[in-house]
């Protein structure tokens, strides 16, 4: 979560150089986004390249910067430790329910709150944000109890239905309908007779991709990442996601920390690589509105 708002901050901090700062300066502020980046990129690379040595190896002194040959070691290693594609598979179908929910559940609420004009909406959008500033810590047993009495524990059910239309995403989805759609655009397909569900889903919906992405990446990371939650309702070894998973690799008598090194990897890539994917998407969402002309 921390690389994705340094990606985002650096992108914004770009476009004000660009439209505000003398050109004099922009090869020193260039040059210091650029070392900020590079210290923030190091930890990855670090992963990366003790993904490939030995235990050992990993804490030698000077360290080694370059990769090593084990990684076949570390990767049947880290097979006899733990079923790494079991939990690699739960962390999938966790993450992308809950974010297929939150998109769908978020932009049909965000929408109705900026197009709609129902009694109590200001009202009720307010006790919405009022529930943002409650600690996510102080839910956690009410949420405990409510996921046994539903018999969902050791269940996914548990960590993909209860926050999937959260205050957040409903708050974001409705900024950005409120700054990016016309409420002309929606008269105009009521006038041409298209049906409300129609109106949303094939005039509304490709409107919104910049904020699908930036919302979907956020919750994917959040979800990704998550260890307590996962911690707390996941009993049996053939239900733990990647977070859990790492943390039994840590053993009592000893780390294979080569082997964990590469889990670690593992478990890394596929949110470089949807953030990759939807980077572009991303951008436009984080800095839609930011602007006003």
Not at 11 to 17: E, G, S
Request: overall charge positive; some cysteine.
């Amino acid at each position: 979560m921390r690389m994705l708002l340094l990606f985002a901050a650096i992108a914004v901090i770009l476009i004000l150089i660009r439209k505000f700062v003398p050109r004099g300066k922009k090869i020193a502020l260039y040059a210091v986004l650029i070392i900020v980046a590079l210290i923030m990129l190091l930890p990855f690379y670090m992963m990366f390249v003790m993904s490939t040595h030995t235990t050992s190896e990993i804490f030698h002194f000077p360290p080694y910067m370059t990769f090593g040959k084990s990684l076949i070691a570390n990767f049947k290693s880290m097979n006899e430790q733990v079923n790494f594609m079991r939990s690699f598979m739960n962390s999938c179908i966790v993450t992308v329910s809950y974010v297929a929910l939150v998109l769908f559940f978020c932009s049909i609420a965000g929408y109705a709150f900026a197009v709609y004009d129902f009694p109590g909406r200001n009202t009720l959008f307010a006790i919405l944000l009022g529930t943002m500033m409650i600690p996510a810590t102080a839910g956690v047993i009410p949420w405990y109890i409510m996921m046994s009495r539903f018999h969902w524990i050791d269940t996914f059910w548990a960590l993909i239905v209860p926050n999937c239309a959260n205050a957040f995403g409903i708050y974001w989805m409705r900024q950005y309908c409120k700054n990016n759609i016309p409420v002309a655009l929606v008269e105009a397909a009521r006038i041409d007779g298209c049906p409300e569900v129609f109106i949303f889903f094939r005039v509304i919906a490709p409107i919104l991709k910049p904020a699908y992405a930036a919302l979907g990446i956020m919750n994917f990371v959040n979800v990704w990442n998550d260890f307590m939650q996962p911690m707390m309702v996941l009993k049996s070894p053939k239900m733990q996601t990647l977070p859990l998973l790492l943390r039994g690799m840590v053993g009592d008598r000893g780390t294979d920390y080569g082997a964990m090194m590469l889990a670690s990897t593992c478990a890394v890539l596929p949110i470089l690589i949807a953030f990759l994917c939807a980077s572009k998407y991303f951008m436009s969402g984080l800095t839609a509105g930011a602007v006003k002309e």
